[in-house]
């Protein structure tokens, strides 16, 4: 159908789709900051959820995953000769759930798996877990573009890095601390994370991750200040 | 499906403490020259037991860093078939077997399971009181090498289901050479990676209420 439209025609309909694509695509980031005014990009970047000084963070965690419960310990270390974050989760009775690590490569983003349990191995259980946890360390690829965002009446900021054809925007208050961060596609959010953090403490206290399919729910709490 | 398979490894890991109780970790262990002998004393040391009442100080270690995950808590076994393993710190978190019941209690969220309705809970239990009978002395499940010093036989543990030595490497259990009673159990992971426990305050053959392993 396409091949028997006249050129200029196609032309059109080529800008009309492109148009489309443009208008969607804004009106999602437009949903996260509607109320911010876009900066000009820019590439690199120095926010952290984990700023504090400390290379050891501890949670209690709770995870939620087709129904199924899994709690214990989520010990996130940054690994600072390596520049990079490594993840474990830990039963109560410690024995490991997964323990991967993340980081920076330069045109791509680098995930390692140490290990993982059998019953986690699945495709989406382990796509989600990698993007989530990707979405709190920060590792990004280091020639990854990143968007900036003012909100003028209160100061907050934001910004949003483009992943994997997905969108991930951050929003943080003036001191820097992340207080919501997204996970887009074109239509729709795939992921939300909403942290707690006390002022001056560089790393949240609370982090809540909600994933809308597979329904993948994750709640944790500080232990170690 | 997933959980059944998440609870048969974690209550692997119970068993094999709750095998028998208490020891002190030393170098030197040469193999035991009378198997027969040593098996048979853990075994009877095992039969003789009716409760037991232990605190217990958990150690995590991760290659990864220098910080100690260090947990503290109390465990409780009685006759027939009633085990309470309790965590107090970092993280309020109870483990509750009694008869058909399977009972997890995280941060006051009560979860109950029926081990008859369950053919996985079933099994854990059969484990479980395997274990504190003795008989993983004989299981087909381990490949056991026995160790002894002056003081202190080390029961050394291959899983041989490729399911668990996919998480657990070995398992060390040290008792007491005098009386049997173990005072630690090491959990040694493919990766380095081990989990130490220590049980401490340890009474045997107290009474205990069976109110301990019900909910209040």
Not at chain 1, 87 to 94: H, T
Not at chain 1, 137 to 166: A, C, Q, R, W
Not at chain 2, 41 to 53: H, K, L
Request: net charge neutral; proline share 2%; charged share 25%.
């Amino acid at each position: 159908m396409i091949a028997k439209l006249p050129k200029y025609l196609f032309s059109r309909y080529l800008a009309a789709l492109a148009m489309l694509a443009l208008l969607v695509f804004s009106q999602c980031t437009n949903k996260v900051f509607k109320e911010f005014v876009q900066l000009s990009p820019e590439v690199g970047n120095s926010l952290s959820v984990f700023s504090s000084d400390s290379t050891t963070f501890i949670y209690r965690t709770n995870m939620s995953i087709y129904g199924q419960e899994l709690s214990g310990l989520m010990v996130l270390k940054k690994l600072m000769e390596r520049d990079s974050y490594r993840v474990v989760f830990l039963s109560e009775i410690g024995m490991k759930y997964f323990d991967f690590e993340f980081s920076n490569g330069i045109k791509a983003d680098v995930f390692e798996v140490h290990y993982c349990m059998e019953a986690l191995q699945r495709e989406q259980i382990m796509k989600h877990l990698k993007n989530n946890i990707r979405m709190l360390v920060m590792n990004y690829p280091e020639d990854t573009s990143i968007t900036y965002f003012e909100n003028s009446s209160n100061g907050d900021m934001g910004l949003s890095y483009g992943h994997e054809g997905k969108t991930n925007a951050y929003l943080f208050s003036k001191d820097q601390a992340v207080y919501h961060i997204l996970r887009q596609s074109k239509t729709q959010t795939i992921c939300s994370i909403h942290l707690q953090t006390q002022k001056g403490k560089g790393a949240p206290d609370r982090i809540e991750i909600h994933n809308r399919r597979p329904k993948l729910n994750m709640l944790l709490t500080r232990i170690n200040q | 499906m997933m959980q059944p398979k998440i609870f048969l490894i974690i209550t692997f890991i119970f068993s094999t403490c709750f095998a028998s109780m208490f020891a002190q970790q030393e170098s030197g262990f040469t193999a035991v020259t009378n198997t027969q002998a040593i098996k048979d004393q853990i075994r009877n040391a095992s039969t003789r037991v009716s409760s037991i009442q232990s605190d217990f100080i958990q150690k995590k270690h991760l290659t990864m860093m220098d910080e100690v995950l260090t947990s503290e808590g109390r465990f409780l076994f009685k006759k027939e078939n009633q085990v309470r393993w309790e965590y107090f710190a970092p993280i309020n978190y109870i483990i509750l077997i009694k008869n058909q019941n399977f009972t997890i209690v995280n941060e006051g969220k009560v979860s109950k399971f029926d081990i008859e309705g369950n053919k996985m809970f079933k099994e854990i239990n059969n484990m479980i009181l395997t274990a504190i009978q003795g008989n993983f002395i004989d299981s087909e499940e381990f490949d056991l090498e026995l160790l002894e010093n002056e003081n202190q036989i080390l029961a050394r543990l291959k899983p041989m289901d490729s399911q668990v030595a996919n998480m657990l490497k070995t398992i060390e259990i040290y008792f007491n050479k005098a009386d049997t009673d173990i005072n630690q159990v090491v959990f040694i992971e493919p990766g380095d990676d081990y989990t130490n426990i220590e049980f401490t305050h340890k009474l045997i053959n107290t009474t205990i209420e069976d109110s301990e392993f019900e909910i209040k």
